[in-house]
């Protein structure tokens, strides 16, 4: 990961291993492949980790910087996004705290969308090399890793494909079906603008979306808060049956 001062938002600032070393064993405990670690081998992979504090809206990597980490989220939450050259932003993904992400750039060598922080966050940065030699031993880990890979895989291509076949309606209910941090309002989960991203939509159209659903007595907007009045007819707008 490279810490050369860029134009853009703030970089990333590598800090001691001061986060509650407690803490970080019960995140890699719970983890889907991390977790089937020996404790030795947890102890040996935190040698060489970093915990960076990435402040909100900083920037933890670019798109097409060269990667040499994969990182574990300890706190607040981040997203992998890809912009256009015109300044438009597609979300790929929001992480939160126990989730690892950059698997895929850590064994390609290259970050595929950038990484920024939604809320001030600390990512633990592990040596992509782990990656590499875990798959070439096999076994329960590697097995685990490549279910990883898998599903990140999957996510990607569902998303492609709501992009590509669904209307901005549908893909805005189906956001507020899914994931709940899209009805707490900003204060505590996705703004406006965050959704739109994950839609592939410009703010505006979402608010547009949004008012158009409470008219028809679909949801309620109270104060940024978004409670679904009738799930039956949000679920027939995001084509799901």
């Not at 309606?169 to 189906?174: D, I, P, Q, S």
């Amino acid at each position: 990961m490279s810490l050369a001062p860029v134009p853009g938002p703030p970089r990333p600032e590598l800090g001691p291993r001061g986060w509650d070393p407690e803490e970080i064993r019960r995140l890699l405990w719970h983890h889907p492949y991390l977790g089937l670690l020996s404790d030795d081998e947890q102890e040996a992979l935190l040698q060489r980790a970093r915990v960076v504090r990435v402040r909100r809206n900083g920037l933890l990597f670019a798109e097409t910087e060269p990667c040499r980490a994969f990182y574990l989220q300890l706190s607040g939450r981040l997203k992998l996004a890809k912009h256009s050259h015109d300044g438009r932003e597609q979300t790929l993904r929001v992480v939160d705290p126990g989730e690892s992400f950059g698997e895929a750039d850590a064994l390609t060598g290259t970050h595929l969308a950038a990484g920024i922080a939604l809320r001030s966050s600390r990512v633990l940065a592990l040596p992509a090399d782990f990656l590499r030699q875990a798959l070439e031993r096999g076994g329960p880990v590697a097995q685990a890793l490549a279910a990883t890979l898998a599903a990140d895989a999957v996510r990607l291509g569902n998303l492609a494909a709501e992009l590509s076949l669904l209307n901005v309606t549908a893909r805005v209910a189906r956001l507020l079906l899914t994931r709940e941090d899209c009805l707490v309002g900003a204060s505590g989960g996705l703004s406006q603008q965050e959704m739109a991203s994950l839609a592939g939509t410009a703010r505006q159209v979402v608010g547009r979306i949004l008012r158009r659903l409470e008219e028809e007595g679909i949801i309620d907007l109270e104060r940024g808060r978004i409670q679904v009045l009738d799930p039956a007819r949000l679920a027939a707008l995001a084509h799901w049956h």
